[in-house]
């Protein structure tokens, strides 16, 4: 199993980030998917979760309304999209396939001025 993510950066206030997750090793379509975040000095928190065939969603309260997240099984790849960006949200993004307890390395956002 390997999930690699991308698409992390620094960015302003109220700016929009696209995150991407590439996944192998596994059948993707039959798994549902999660981005967690890590902030300095804080624990890692579900962020946002989606069902194998992209159904259901879930947002963790402090996101709802600003960020997305989808999948596209055919590519095998879930995304995050990232609107109205505070800078709480800074933090290293990590996609995780609960099935298999397995997590990415993670990409760092940053939300400063």
């Known amino acids: 199993v390997q999930l690699v993510e991308s698409g992390g950066g620094l960015v302003q206030p109220g700016g929009s980030l696209r995150l991407s997750c590439a996944a192998s090793?596994?059948?993707?379509?039959?798994?549902?998917m999660s981005w967690y975040r890590q902030a300095p000095g804080k624990e890692r928190e579900l962020v946002a979760a989606?069902?194998?065939?992209?159904?259901?969603?879930n947002y963790a309260d402090s996101v709802k309304g600003r960020f997305t997240i989808s999948r596209d099984n055919a590519k095998k790849t879930v995304y995050l999209q990232m609107n109205s960006l505070k800078p709480e949200d800074t933090a290293v993004y990590h996609c995780?396939?609960?099935?298999?307890?397995?997590w990415g390395q993670g990409t760092q956002v940053t939300v400063s001025s």
């Open positions: 995780y396939v609960g099935r298999f307890r397995s």
């Open positions: 090793g596994f059948t993707f379509s039959s798994y549902g």
């Open positions: 989606i069902t194998s065939a992209g159904g259901v969603t």
